[in-house]
């Protein structure tokens, strides 16, 4: 019987993991870890999302204890600082969570026998990329705390894999798409709650910016593939892009596309506002090429839907969503203001 462990998998991507894995190995052990920071951001989920683990650790992955490892066969490691705007805000804990921890876990998979090692990275690690879209060849160029995390990780994994131990380090694009911890921190999510709540869509930068995007269903489906692949296919060590040549998409196209489908919504553009340097054009030929079956599949009007359905079904109208709990940094900041966490970002 497989076992897999899933770090982060209280999350806003792990739940939509957590389904598709019970999905593709009903037979399977599935064991999730997580600190629960935003255990209580559920939409209108019908059951906990835990409820589909086995067994749920509440555990910090700073702190291993090897029998999280006893038996498994695969793990999943999506447990991060997940943003930008929380690195900078909590940079230590990023690098100690993202980075440090990470890299521990996978030394301890690999020494406990655990075949296969999954690393949820980030395409925020070309930085500024806009001239031409950035192959796994391309330069890094990572300007945030949290992009120079996911760097560093890599780096150190990369000389762990071996012929017992395959790591996959998986460049996510943007995520996007409804899950039943959502986030509205992630731009089309953002641009789809404020097209419900006030009609309106305000991009903060001057609409430029190029974003690659991914649903997190799709997501799921690259996490199975990488649980499953061997090393012929792609090598021992294999870093790649997720997403799809399709989803190549700038900021102000993804607001565009939000307002032909929630009827009556302005979309205002920020003209003023300074160049966001974090803009990159992604190639996503090295996944399309290893991973055939597995690429893809929502586009981008049906994923605007899905959140439209999602949001509306919650019966959400906050207009004041930027400041509401689905937004990670918000969360964070509003435990360790009321010292519900501490400066390490440990429960108090
Ligand atoms: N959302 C995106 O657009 C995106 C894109 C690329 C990569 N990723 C990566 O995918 C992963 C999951 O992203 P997400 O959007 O679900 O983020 P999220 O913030 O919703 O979930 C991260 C989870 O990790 C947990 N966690 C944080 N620190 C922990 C610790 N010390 N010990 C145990 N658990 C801890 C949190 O409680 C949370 O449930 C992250 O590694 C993120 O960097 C996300």
Redesign the pocket.
């Known amino acids: 019987m497989m076992k897999i462990l899933v770090?982060?998998?209280?999350?806003?991507?792990?739940p939509g993991v957590v389904s598709h894995l019970r999905a593709c190995y009903p037979d399977a052990e599935l064991i999730g870890?997580?600190?629960?920071?935003?255990?209580n951001c559920l939409t209108n989920a019908q059951i906990l999302p835990e409820c589909r683990v086995d067994i749920q650790h509440f555990?910090?992955?700073?702190k291993f204890s090897p029998h999280w490892l006893e038996g498994v066969d695969a793990v999943i490691?999506?447990?991060?600082?997940?943003?930008d705007p929380m690195g900078k805000k909590f940079e230590e804990v990023t690098f100690a969570?993202?980075y440090r921890?990470s890299v521990e876990l996978a030394k301890a998979a690999k020494k406990a026998g655990v075949k296969s090692f999954v690393f949820?990275?980030?395409?925020?690690m070309y930085g500024a990329a806009e001239d031409v879209a950035r192959t796994e060849q391309s330069p890094l160029n990572p300007l945030t705390a949290?992009a120079k995390s996911?760097v560093f990780t890599e780096k150190e994994l990369a000389p762990l894999a071996d012929g017992n131990f395959s790591v996959t380090s998986l460049r996510?694009?943007?995520?996007?798409g409804m899950s039943d911890?959502l986030?509205l921190d992630?731009v089309l999510n953002d641009f789809v709650a404020g097209a419900i709540s006030s009609k309106t869509i305000t991009i903060l930068s001057d609409g430029k910016p190029w974003r690659p995007l991914i649903n997190v269903k799709d997501m799921a489906l690259a996490i199975e593939w990488a649980i499953s692949r061997n090393s012929d296919n792609g090598g021992k060590f294999l870093a790649v892009n997720v997403g799809s040549d399709q989803w190549n998409y700038q900021v102000k196209d993804l607001a565009l596309a939000v307002a032909r489908i929630v009827p009556g919504v302005k979309v205002s553009i920020n003209e003023n506002a300074e160049p966001d340097k974090r803009s990159y054009k992604v190639d996503f030929g090295l996944f399309k090429r290893l991973a055939p079956h597995h690429q893809p599949r929502l586009d981008l009007p049906a994923t605007i839907n899905e959140l439209k359905d999602g949001l509306e079904g919650m019966g959400f109208a906050d207009r004041d969503f930027r400041n509401s709990k689905f937004m990670?940094l918000k969360v964070l900041t509003h435990l360790s203001e009321r010292k519900i966490l501490n400066s390490e970002?440990e429960w108090s």
């Open positions: 770090t982060g998998n209280m999350g806003y991507i792990g870890l997580d600190m629960g920071y935003f255990a555990a910090d992955v700073r490691h999506l447990a991060a600082i997940s943003n969570v993202n921890a949820a990275s980030s395409c925020s949290y996911k996510f694009s943007t995520a996007c911890r986030r992630l990670r970002l």
